[in-house]
């Protein structure tokens, strides 16, 4: 069997090598992305786990994209149990404050959406997509920067005080550190099940078993019920035109996809090449405010797919630009030389704290996350899914290039991909460039609009309109912009950015 020309770009050396063999036993795009994944689901635990969410954008070659919506989901509640939570300020950015622990926790939809993603598009048996995780879960993987970065934040105050979480994330009183070997107990037999069963297993069989038991005994809300009524759904995504690229983005109910579109419309609408870097800089502190105004509008209102496309009308943005002018996530992108593209970004959200005895699946928080929640806590549906600021991408044009690429960071995650493009298409940067080049993110505190910013944006241009944060230097806050790219003559490179860990692989 031929191996398969691919370019991966993810955080984690373990992840990029479970797709690399993967594409040299012959696994198409699809097949590496899932396998890619489910070896994140330990390399990368607590950024992303088989107990949080993901999407998946697809761009098959001379086909239509899609997007597998895998979002956290609300379960069905009779009566909420606020005291089954407690809540945590991380100092993470300027602080946040989320709420964790069994009561935060919602319906997973991750496995849902990779086994939705190989049934359509994979090409290798599953057991064999799924093996390269299985080893790794048998022998142990080297904790990685980002891992241990966010034990050092976050391990004690979310992760410590449940023994089944401290006893995969911590040795003693330590937590993991980078270079550790590590594993998750009980992890191997969860994913060897997975890869006999299929996700049925997880989300009806004793894993779903599982969930029930340690949550409801602890006051939470997730039965097995939930996870077994719980469908992927394959959307069309919104698709914009931007430099000569099209740009297939997360569509409602996210609302990553359009704050993405939005803002590169507002910046192509008043884009200069001449311009000075201070007046760049502020044209897109300027989109930033002004999307943050418009997510907080539209989050108080009825977010739909017809809203999403009227905010994309380029006459309207502009009208909306000129009137401001007077959690935890990771991303991987992989491509082919053929031009299937995979763009894949999954959530843990910022960790329950809580890892279901007896399978080493980590949990997400998503139903105590304030953002994740902009009408309240414990208002959607049962079923429904949760706003997401996720926006795995795909942009091709006619030329036969093809670009995936996304970046993890809650907030900054629509942001990051923002100024990835800027760079990429609108300043004509490198792949490589574009993914260094320093970065600003707009927030509102304290009743002000704060620049947050690292060395070598140039702030003149906004201390006259914005309070300003400068970091001390590059920083895993501002997201991590990961791309893969095919050339016109079927060349694949694939970039990470090393505010994370990042790693890549290309054949």
């Not at 304030?370 to 030329?399: C, D, I, Y």
């Not at 990051?416 to 940067?429: F, I, R, Y």
């Amino acid at each position: 069997m031929s191996s398969t020309k691919i370019a991966i770009a993810a955080d984690s050396p373990a992840t990029v090598r479970a797709g690399q063999i993967i594409a040299e036993n012959g696994g198409n795009a699809v097949d590496v992305a899932v396998g890619c994944a489910l070896a994140a689901s330990l390399a990368e635990v607590l950024m992303c786990s088989l107990g949080g969410s993901a999407f998946i954008t697809i761009k098959p070659p001379g086909e239509k994209p899609v997007v597998i919506d895998g979002a956290d989901a609300m379960p069905g509640i009779s009566s909420v149990n606020t005291h089954a939570w407690r809540e945590v300020v991380v100092p993470y950015g300027d602080g946040i404050a989320v709420n964790v622990g069994h009561g935060s926790i919602a319906i997973p939809g991750m496995l849902r959406a990779l086994e939705a993603a190989w049934k359509h598009y994979g090409h290798m048996p599953w057991k064999e997509v799924m093996a390269p995780a299985i080893q790794m879960a048998r022998e142990g993987v080297a904790a990685n920067m980002t891992l241990a970065t966010w034990l050092e934040l976050a391990g004690r105050l979310i992760f410590y005080p449940q023994a089944e979480s401290r006893k995969c994330f911590f040795t003693g009183e330590q937590p993991i550190r980078e270079n550790d070997i590590f594993t998750l107990p009980d992890y191997d037999q969860t994913l060897d099940a997975i890869a006999t069963e299929g996700a049925r297993v997880f989300y009806e069989g004793y894993i779903a078993e599982a969930f029930e038991r340690e949550i409801q005994s602890h006051g939470g809300h997730l039965k097995r019920s939930d996870m077994a009524n719980y469908r992927a759904i394959i959307r069309e995504p919104l698709v914009i035109s931007s430099q000569n690229y099209k740009l297939a983005l997360n569509p409602p109910p996210s609302i990553g996809g359009a704050m993405v579109g939005s803002m590169i419309g507002m910046i192509d609408s008043r884009w200069d090449p001449a311009s000075s870097p201070e007046n760049k800089a502020l044209l897109l502190a300027r989109a930033q405010e002004a999307m943050l105004n418009l997510r907080h509008e539209e989050a108080a209102g009825h977010w739909s797919e017809k809203r999403a496309f009227q905010i994309l009308e380029r006459a309207w943005l502009k009208k909306y630009l000129d009137k401001r002018l007077s959690p935890n996530t990771l991303h991987m992108s992989i491509i082919s030389s053929e031009g299937a593209a995979v763009s894949i970004t999954m959530s843990n959200g910022y960790g329950s704290g809580i890892t279901i005895p007896g399978t080493g699946v980590t949990c997400n928080n998503s139903l105590g996350e304030p953002e994740l929640n902009p009408h309240g806590f414990f208002t959607l549906k049962p079923q429904e899914r949760f706003v997401s600021n996720m926006s795995p991408a795909v942009a091709w044009n006619e030329q036969g290039k093809v670009i995936a690429m996304g970046s993890p960071g809650a907030s900054r995650i629509t942001t990051t991909m923002t100024q990835g493009w800027m760079n990429l298409a609108h300043n004509k940067l490198d792949p490589q460039e574009s993914v260094n080049a320093p970065r600003l993110h707009v927030d509102y505190q304290d009743n002000k609009y704060v620049v947050q910013y690292e060395p070598g944006v140039n702030p003149d241009g906004l201390k006259q309109h914005f309070q300003l944060r400068p970091f001390n230097s590059k920083d895993m806050y501002f997201g991590a912009f990961n791309i893969a790219i095919r050339d016109e003559n079927g060349r694949v490179e694939a970039v990470a950015d090393n505010r994370r860990h990042g790693a890549t692989y290309h054949s």
